[in-house]
């Protein structure tokens, strides 16, 4: 479960970008946070994954946060990262790499797992995701569409219960946003908690469980596709 109760959230004294939001999130949902840019959807992500506020001083959060019993503010960043993984608007921020068996491993690697643990759950992510045709590629040789699915790799092959994804098809064409969207709604089928920020929730509602849309750093509306996402809704939100 994730929660987030009367949370409050500001920059470095500026206005708040939340402002005492309220959510839950269920194990195994796939949740789709949307709202105008500015809104405070990205910063929910960051509050999960604890980005907020290990890399953000000077900030003023308030209120409780809860990551499957965690506190992610008081949680070493190493351990969270067990439970959470993060694939981000851009993939090549999180790339280490120049080719992608290396990038798949990287992760792994980095938490010491032993070289025959990192063989074994690196076939498994290839083949659980079908990313073979991405094996052996230099990473400058990929599509958007084929990096982003590289992102989803990496980040699976570390084992995490819950993925939070930033705007992940925001520079992509429509076939590769499919694409990634496909991948996200497969990870919540197996059974992992997924949430998903975009601008443009008509691209990928039909791949979510839910919708929340936050307003003014508060939840405007919830409910399921149909229920949210009305005209009255889509004119409060842009």
Known sequence: MISFEYVSFGYDGSRETLAGLNAA????ECVLLCGASGCGKTTVTKLINGLIPAFTPGCRLEGRVE???????????????????????????????????SELAFGLENAGCPPEEIHARVAETVEALGLESL?????????GGQKQLLAFGSVYAMGPDIFVLDEPTANLDFG??????????????????????THHPEQSYMFSDRILTIQKGRVLKEGTPAQVLTADTIRALY
Not at 25 to 28: C, L, M, S
Not at 71 to 95: C, E, I, W, Y
């Open 25 to 28: 999130i269920r194990p195994g």
């Open 67 to 101: 990551v499957d019993g965690l506190d992610p503010a008081k949680t070493p960043m190493h351990q969270l990262a067990r439970k959470v993984g993060s694939v981000f608007q851009n993939p090549k921020s999180q790339f280490f790499n120049l080719d992608t068996d």
């Open 135 to 143: 094996c052996g590629q230099s990473i400058f040789s990929l599509s």
């Open 176 to 197: 590769n946003q499919h694409l990634v969207l496909e991948q996200a709604r497969s990870l919540a089928q197996e059974g992992y908690t997924v949430i998903q920020t």
